[in-house]
């Protein structure tokens, strides 16, 4: 999901532990190595990302006035052509971030000098898809005396990066929204009751940039009931029939890109169910994270889509039958 879009204002204003971090770390030009923003889904961790680097980069005289929209460098960042600033995701039909990526890529512009500016930065907007040995690849990259580098990590949790690389970044946490600031986010987009406000609230755990597109999209509002019904026959676990598994592979797979958008979709609805079910509901939604990206893979890479559902959706329900206790 683009979170790009959103006013990294109000994500400091939601997030002041973050804000507090990066506050410090841009106003006294006190630069390490390596961040790592961390946390939900949907709470601006790109957006607040993209101004953290802007702000790196920006050439302003007073650290404190950075980023300051004006320079050569922020108006490179903002346009996202920065020869300093290197995105680094996963390459098309893959998942999965891949040590050759970090060997090809990376290291030869992290070798060469920056073109113009004081530092060079590599952002990772989906650090959670670097494979172990990509995570071993980049670790090695940040030790070699090549000037200011600087890694940009961004994951929804800690758990998919080894111990060495969160121990080397400085850790940004993201906190879960509060209802009332959830609230008053998504009033902030136009005129949503408390009770609307409140079901969106509960049932995507609080994610605030998919509730907004909920809000806002016919299209979407449609696509999330129908995984809402689906997460319900998993969880209560009556489903399903092999006739059902079948029905609803047909329902999610129009085409490639809507049945990956359906499992980004799924694993929200699942996460707000589970989460709250105590410790066997956080291993159980564990497993179906990686049971989901898994076939997320599978999909990408050419699977045939409707077999892969299915395979799924088996899968699904054993882990959510089986016993955590
Ligand atoms: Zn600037």
Redesign the pocket.
Known sequence: MNDEAVDPRFIMQEQPVAERIIRVIVGRNDVSSAYLLYGAEGLGKAALAHWFVTALQ???SDPAS??????L??RKCEAGNHPDVHLLEPAADRTTISIDQIRDDIRPVLRRRSYEARHKIVVVPEADRLTPEAQNAMLKTLEEPSGSTIVVLISPSLRPLLPTVRSRCVQIPFQDLDYSSFRSRLQRQGHLSDDACRQLYLATAGNVELSEAIAASEDQSQRWKTIEQLAEELVNSFFPSPAEITSWADRLSPDRDSAREYLSLLTVSLRARLLDSGDAGQFRFADCVDVISEMDEAIASNANVRLALEVLFVKLREVLNSDYN
Do not use: L, S, T
């Not at 950075?66 to 320079?71: A, G, L, N, V, Y």
């Open positions: 920006c050439e302003c950075r980023p300051c929209d004006e320079c460098a922020c």
